[in-house]
T-cell receptor, first 113, second 111 residues
């Protein structure tokens, strides 16, 4: 089955700096890669996703890149703000898995003012 | 707003007790999931159901059972709770093509 590894487990940046979180996956059949943000005491919520027919996707200050050959995908946050502080999870699945997402271990991002 | 509701939100119980966590949704989604969250381990899939008659084991199903009572209801049971089942449990729904919609979570403590 699918296995997703996420690094780093914690990340501390200064406000305005960029943050990068990386994930690797094992199942070459995986073709959907979402990122979820979980604020303290809240439920995880989708912030951006990418499908395997695309190499990069941007939404304002966040972007995701995918390298299918290397089985890597990354989340990039530019111009970080204190409200970006949260736990971020990557995940992967294949369409034939019916939405059964396998998650990475999570990255706790702290943005210091 | 259509939502995913979990009850109870917090529960403290003792080793050996039977516990049920309930999930109901008004999103009209067929697919429902139970995940467990532990610090440093991320979200791990316990069970999932694609419709009322289809239930599947996830990554960590041992010690758990589920019941899909209706399209909108999916319950997770711990037949005999043990301390290492102390965790935050999330129910989620989806249409199967992308985004998962999570409930607010149920924090379970087993003493």
């Amino acid at each position: 089955g699918e296995n997703v590894e996420q690094h780093p487990s914690t990340l501390s940046v200064q406000e305005g700096d960029s943050a990068v979180i990386k994930c690797t996956y094992s199942d070459s059949a995986s073709n959907y890669f979402p990122w979820y943000k979980q604020e303290l005491g809240k439920r995880p919520q989708l912030i951006i996703d990418i499908r395997s027919n695309v190499g990069e996707k941007k939404d304002q200050r966040i972007a995701v890149t995918l390298n299918k050959t290397a089985k890597h995908f990354s989340l990039h946050i530019t111009e970080t703000q204190p409200e970006d502080s949260a736990v971020y999870f990557c995940a992967a699945t294949a369409y034939n898995q019916g939405g059964k997402l396998i998650f990475g271990q999570g990255t706790e991002l702290s943005v210091k003012p | 707003d259509a939502d995913v509701t979990q009850t109870p939100r917090n529960r403290i119980t003792k080793t050996g007790k039977r516990i049920m966590l309930e999930c109901s949704q008004t999103k009209g989604h067929d697919r429902m999931y139970w995940y467990r969250q532990d610090p440093g381990l991320g979200l791990r899939l316990i069970y999932y159901s694609f419709d009322v008659k289809d239930i599947n084991k996830g990554e960590i199903s041992d010690g758990y059972s589920v019941s899909r009572q209706a399209q909108a209801k999916f319950s997770l049971s711990l037949e005999s709770a043990i301390p290492n089942q102390t965790a935050l449990y999330f129910c989620a729904t989806s249409t199967g093509t992308g985004e998962l919609f999570f409930g607010e979570g149920s924090r379970l403590t087993v003493l």
